[in-house]
């Protein structure tokens, strides 16, 4: 049998790093968009032209930037799928592809309309490393094409997912997180993959189940609510270790071949704070547990059991971006007055 991750050895830490100043280039396609060095009507046009290492900012509008190919080490920002501000225009993505020397790109605060590949078509087999997608809404992330890329270091969190999670479980993936994630579907992996203090829910597809294929991968700290903590397919070798379900006494589940083991699972309503949809994300619910909640700090590492514990807690409108929530000017200006101007706003 593999030998499978403890929870203290989870993944490494790893930073954007520069080799020199990085340069911000911004995506802005609204009709009023200013002009200047580094501003780009398409985020297609600032990709291409950022150098490895290069920032983008992906300005809110009210269209989507279309599809987009990255083969160069960047970061990404959005302004975060739930944007706490007066007017919330979101930075809105069709598709996102993270493809040859990409490694080391970080994607946050996009919201993306079909799916992030990550490892797409290429004449070559090459390896996909250091990749971190954080605080987006995204239907679907999976390996794009070709079962000999090679993916490693990949950090999925704080993220809402509304369909799954495909990551391969097998040899070809290795170090990978996913953690603190609301996932209204299921995940395949493999290969040691640590999936921590997510909530799967709904009711819909899959056979309310909340995996695919799971083989020798660690499952802690997560909540099981309307889908179950069994498998699609392949199921073995797993282990499931202070986990919620509100279903069935299903922890560790069943085995499709060598037995999954656990302990210090609960069976039990979590009791959310505020839950009114099972199918779809809805901004003004609270998954945050109740004071008398069975999960309140049940988790493995002291914290609570689902998305609002461990060290990178939920944040529904997280993006790395500072947020203007609100800009008032005063009505009249003349010639040569001062302008007043309040600003409020939010720093992540």
Request: with cysteine.
């Amino acid at each position: 049998m593999k030998t499978l991750l403890t929870c203290s050895m989870i993944l490494l830490v790893f930073s954007y790093g520069f080799a020199q100043q990085p340069t911000i280039h911004v995506a802005n396609n609204n009709t009023n968009a200013p002009i200047g060095d580094h501003i780009y009507k398409s985020l297609q046009e600032a990709v291409n032209a950022a150098s490895a290492g290069d920032i983008i900012h992906v300005v809110p509008s009210v269209t989507d930037y279309g599809e987009v190919t990255i083969e160069k080490k960047l970061a990404i920002y959005g302004i975060g799928f739930y944007p706490d501000k007066d007017i919330r225009l979101i930075s809105l993505v069709r598709n996102l592809y993270i493809g040859p020397n990409a490694s080391g790109t970080q994607i946050s605060g996009l919201v993306i309309i079909d799916h992030i590949g990550l490892a797409p078509n290429s004449s070559s087999t090459y390896s996909l490393n250091d990749i971190v997608i954080a605080n987006c809404e995204v239907p679907r992330i999976y390996r794009e094409c070709c079962n000999a890329n090679i993916l490693s270091n990949i950090l999925i969190k704080s993220c809402v997912i509304r369909d799954y999670i495909a990551l391969p479980n097998d040899a070809t993936l290795s170090n990978a997180l996913i953690t603190n994630n609301i996932i209204f579907g299921y995940i395949s992996a493999g290969n040691a993959t640590l999936i921590n203090h997510n909530i799967f829910i709904s009711t819909l597809g899959s056979g309310n189940k909340a995996f695919d294929y799971l083989s020798y991968c660690v499952v802690t700290n997560n909540i099981f609510y309307g889908r179950s903590p069994q498998s699609i397919n392949v199921s073995e070798g797993n282990q499931f270790n202070n986990n919620l379900s509100s279903g069935t006494n299903d922890l560790p589940p069943p085995a499709s071949g060598v037995g999954n083991i656990g302990s210090n699972n609960i069976f039990a309503d979590p009791q959310f704070t505020k839950v009114t949809s099972t199918t779809s994300y809805i901004f003004t619910d609270d998954f945050r547990l109740k004071a008398m909640s069975p999960g309140k700090g049940k988790g493995s590492d002291g914290t609570e059991i689902g998305v609002f514990g461990g060290t990178t807690p939920f944040k529904p409108n997280g993006t790395p971006l500072p947020l203007i929530q609100v800009l008032n000017t005063s009505g009249v200006i003349n010639k040569n007055d001062s302008l007043k101007i309040t600003v409020k706003a939010l720093a992540n």
